[in-house]
């Protein structure tokens, strides 16, 4: 079964400038997450997306960051224009997890991007 | 104070050694609890879920005291191949929102 996959793995972007990551989940899931990591910190929730509605969001800094996964398959997460402070690993996460069951799911991680922001 | 908290170490320890990593969380509505492994510059993988009455895979045990909202996972024998970060993860519910700790960094020597 194919993993998560996350492109590109690495990006170099000086302050200011926009930037964006994909990500496509396993084949399925119907829940999506997006996480910053921060060097030296445990990886802290962005956004999670039901199919290609917004569960959770509290956390995304809406000024600058955006999200969207318009059929309910893959994603982008987009910085927009981007701070030193952003300079992080961001993972996305896909489980098959469905709204209101109650039940809890294990999340699959992608590789991640390591973005650092100059 | 942060929800999930952990003692960031690192803890160095021989091959062979018995470890020991706590962790408390704050939210007594959390449900589930878990251990994740994240090696260095690699993706969090889930390395087993916490149960009040305690669970064990392996060299590897978990507890859970809810009363103390305490966490704790001990690695038996430790072997090179457990260097890695351990991350303490709390479930907070119908959402399958996951709470992560800072990590525990062990490495162990030869």
Redo the contacts between chains.
């Keep these: 079964e194919a993993g998560v996959a996350q492109s590109p793995r690495y990006k170099i972007i000086e302050k200011r400038q926009s930037v964006a990551f994909w990500c496509n989940p396993i084949s399925g899931h119907a829940t999506l997450y997006w996480y910053q990591q921060i060097l030296g910190q445990g990886p802290k929730l962005l956004i999670q997306f039901q199919n290609n509605g917004v569960v959770d969001d509290s956390q995304l800094p809406k000024d600058r960051f955006s999200a969207e996964r318009l059929k309910g398959v893959d994603s982008t997460l987009k910085i927009q224009p981007a701070k030193l402070e952003d300079s992080a690993v961001y993972l996305c996460a896909s489980s098959p997890l469905s709204r209101g069951t109650g039940g809890t799911y294990e999340q699959y991680f992608g590789p991640g991007t390591r973005l650092t922001v100059t | 104070r942060k929800e ?1 908290e952990q003692d ?1 170490g690192p803890f160095n320890v021989p091959e062979g050694a018995t470890v020991a990593f706590n962790c408390t969380y704050s939210n007594s509505a959390s ?2 609890f878990f251990w994740y492994r994240q090696d260095c510059r ?5 390395l087993m879920s916490v149960y009040s009455s305690g669970n064990e895979d392996g060299r590897f045990t978990a507890q859970l005291n809810r009363a103390s909202q305490y966490i704790s996972l001990l690695i038996r024998d430790s072997k090179l191949s457990d260097s890695a970060t351990y ?1 303490c ?1 709390v ?1 907070r ?11 525990t960094l062990l490495a162990v020597q030869p």
């Design positions: 999930v960031p449900q589930s690699k993706e969090p993988k889930l991350l993860v479930n519910g119908a959402t399958n929102k996951l709470i992560f700790g800072t990590g």
